[in-house]
């Protein structure tokens, strides 16, 4: 018998966003993200969160958007229910609306970070659609 060793686990889910341009996509990645948490329309927009950065890789400009969301949700003790996001070349604009948790809200389970595991970020004959596992 082997020291160290591996174990299946189901700790992961797959989220994706769709939406007529990439911005509106990594919104609906957003709400995917936050409904596992939370029903989204449950949430009152009472506070917000902005997340800014730059990133030339939408990839990994989708995986940075969604820990951002979760960082300052985290910091503001809130969850999120609304998401927009804007786009400049490499620079990145986005808000969040929520509120403080409510233990009425609380429906799932909690995500700890978006991952790179199964990272796609595509334009569709559909439109673009955004993808990722969250760590839960």
């Given amino acids: 018998m082997a020291d160290d060793d591996y174990f299946e686990h189901d700790a992961d889910i797959g989220v994706i966003g769709r939406g007529p341009t990439v911005e509106r996509a990594f919104e609906a990645a957003a709400r995917a993200m936050w409904a596992v948490m939370a029903d989204p329309a449950m949430v009152r927009a009472t506070a917000s969160v902005q997340v800014t950065f730059v990133e030339p890789d939408r990839e990994l400009a989708l995986v940075t958007w969604l820990n951002g969301l979760l960082s300052a949700a985290r910091v503001e003790g809130l969850v999120l229910g609304?998401?927009?996001?804007?786009?400049?070349?490499?620079?990145?604009?986005?808000?969040?609306?929520?509120?403080?948790?409510?233990?009425?809200?609380?429906?799932?389970?909690?995500?700890?970070?978006?991952?790179?595991?199964?990272?796609?970020?595509?334009?569709?004959?559909?439109?673009?659609?955004?993808?990722?596992?969250?760590?839960?």
Avoid: M
């Fill in 82 to 136: 609304t998401f927009s996001l804007v786009r400049d070349g490499e620079a990145w604009r986005g808000e969040a609306w929520g509120e403080p948790w409510r233990r009425d809200l609380e429906r799932g389970v909690e995500v700890k970070g978006a991952t790179l595991t199964a990272l796609i970020v595509e334009e569709t004959p559909e439109g673009w659609e955004a993808r990722c596992v969250v760590d839960v």
